[in-house]
């Protein structure tokens, strides 16, 4: 069993999270003309990177969505940033 | 030396004490060029690699491999092999493939003990049991052979299972496909690759493919850990190390790699003769010739390289089992592994050119592609030598994802691959 750290709760058992999908993707500005082969990037191609990668996690607990960077191969947690913006 | 295998060859060695077997293939250094270099050496690489030889004609063929022939999940899956699909796309090319593994043991001559014990899927209320007969209705209409059963057939075929009425799924019936069965994985790899050899196959094991050799947009061959090696057409078969590829050669790909587990336990007595797999615990076993039940289930939860499982999931399948057959409870385990599969978002594979050109790629098999691996290599060495779609092939080209015509298997056959 892993566990991997939420931002807001700390270390949880890793069955309470789920990943999301990889971080950096923007959705097509659906004001514009959008290519099929724009859309088909967006909605189904990726990286699936061996080795440290960057991703969207949602600990589903408390639906913290976070950005966590880990090693795909060894699963070591390299670090993860809330997604959270502070309310000014 | 034993070049042809039979009754009579073994008895034969037998008298002599076994000293006279040859190695199953040559293990050559590789050429500086070849009409077709085959990344992977799985399954489904020395599958192409064979049907190019043999189906047309190429002679210089080469399969690079970085690790050992079948290291992959061609000699770590639970070696289910069946055709029980919804679509017509998806049904001609598993039951091609099937097809092929009815004839391969002959074809190769090399035993790899297809057994076509059956394969059952479980359904556990009336509602799946209307889904199902939707399911047997479309495999008869696609042509492969399927029946319903209801509970009294399942309990006939296979006893070992839970019958009790206040199960938590209590089972009111199956799916069932007589030709499917089980086979032998390592035979597979290993019979495919010594016959590729005998059509001049040149398989390079422990050389690691690191990049491509790109010229003008155009792919003229591979770097390797043993040096350059150049070619027009390259076929990349490396599962669950697709992106891996494709981020060398300039293309992309809609592929998750995840870790999938599988479970062997010790030898008991015959109490399976046929495949069982609930969907609603995603989990699955039958019993191999030598008593082990062999074990699987579902993906892990979270994409990974990793060629190990972790906990959660193995709980999850082995709950699984033994709700599926309490009486199963006690056996113990011998060996647990992973292997690293390659997801696409349809459940379907893909086949067809990367993008880059001089690279194709065959990946996308995820949890199900041992039992495809003769189609697909019979496919995959048509476009290879031809530059174009066999017309099995086609509906699985990449562009698929652009145009929305997919093959959506996960939610059509309701099946977990
Ligand atoms: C636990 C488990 C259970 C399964 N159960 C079933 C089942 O019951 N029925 C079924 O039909 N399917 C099943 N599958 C799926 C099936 O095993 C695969 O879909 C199939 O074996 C894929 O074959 P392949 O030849 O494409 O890949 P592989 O057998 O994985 O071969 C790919 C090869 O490429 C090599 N490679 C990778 N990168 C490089 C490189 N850079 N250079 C050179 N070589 C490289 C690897 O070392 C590997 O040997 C299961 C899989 C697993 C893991
Ligand atoms: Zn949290």
């Known amino acids: 069993m892993q566990r991997f750290p939420c931002p807001f709760c700390g270390l949880r058992d890793e069955r309470e999270f789920r990943f999301a999908g990889e971080a950096g993707k923007t959705r097509p500005d659906t004001t514009q003309e959008v290519s099929d082969k724009e859309w088909a990037n967006y909605l189904f191609f990726c990286k699936n990177a061996k080795g440290p990668t960057c991703e969207i996690w949602v600990h589903t607990t408390c639906q913290e969505y976070f950005v966590m960077e880990r090693d795909s191969a060894t699963m070591e947690v390299l670090d993860t940033t809330p997604m959270r913006k502070d309310v000014a | 030396m034993s070049r042809h295998y039979s009754a009579f060859s073994v008895f034969r060695e037998g008298l002599r004490g076994h000293k006279g077997w040859a190695p199953l293939w040559r293990s050559p250094a590789p050429q500086d060029a070849y009409d077709v270099i085959i990344i992977g050496g799985g399954g489904h690489g020395l599958a192409t690699a064979y049907y190019l030889a043999k189906n047309h004609g190429v002679r210089k063929v080469a399969v690079i491999e970085k690790g050992w022939l079948g290291g992959g999940n061609t000699g770590r899956n639970t070696t289910v092999i069946r055709s029980n699909y ?184 015959p109490v399976m003769d046929t495949v069982a797999f609930s969907p609603m615990t995603g989990s699955y076993f039958s019993q191999s010739d030598k008593g082990g039940l062999v074990i699987g289930g579902g993906l892990d939860r979270i994409p990974s390289y990793a060629q190990r499982g972790n906990t959660p999931m193995q709980e999850t399948v082995l709950s699984g089992i033994i709700e599926m057959a309490p009486a199963l409870a006690k056996v113990k385990l011998l060996r647990h592994w992973a292997g690293n599969v390659d997801v696409s978002p349809d459940s379907s594979p893909l086949i067809g050119p990367s993008g880059t050109e001089g690279i194709y790629i065959n990946c996308g098999w995820g949890t199900g592609g041992f039992k495809a691996i003769p189609g697909g290599g019979y496919v995959f060495a048509h476009l290879l030598a031809t530059g174009q779609h066999h017309d099995i092939s086609r509906p699985f080209d990449p562009d698929r994802f652009r145009t929305g015509r997919l093959l959506d298997e996960a939610a059509g056959s309701g099946i977990a691959h």
């Not at chain 2, 496909?177 to 196959?201: E, K, M, N, S």
Request: with cysteine.
């Open chain 2, 86 to 269: 919804f679509y017509p796309e998806s049904t001609q090319l598993y039951d091609l493939s099937v097809r092929l593994y009815e004839k391969l043991s002959r074809d190769i001559n090399y035993n790899v003990m297809f057994s076509q014990r059956g394969m059952m899927v479980l359904t556990h209320s009336e509602a799946e049991m209307e889904i199902a007969s939707r399911t047997v209705n479309a495999m008869q209409i696609n042509g492969v052979d399927a029946e319903l059963l209801d509970v009294k057939d399942v309990q006939k075929k296979a006893p070992i299972l839970n019958y009790r009425s206040d199960a938590r799924y209590p089972i009111h019936g199956a799916i069932y496909q007589g030709r499917g069965g089980t086979g032998r994985h390592d035979a597979v790899a290993w019979g495919y690759a010594r016959a590729a050899d005998q059509h001049g196959v040149d398989i390079i094991q422990n050389c690691e493919v690191t990049g491509f050799i790109i010229e003008g947009g155009v792919c003229k061959g591979v770097e390797t850990t043993l040096g350059k090696i150049r070619s027009d057409r390259i076929g990349v078969a490396v599962a669950g190390h697709s992106s891996v590829l494709a981020e060398m050669g300039g293309y992309s790909l809609p592929i998750h790699s995840y870790a999938l587990q599988a479970f062997v336990t010790e030898a008991i007595k």
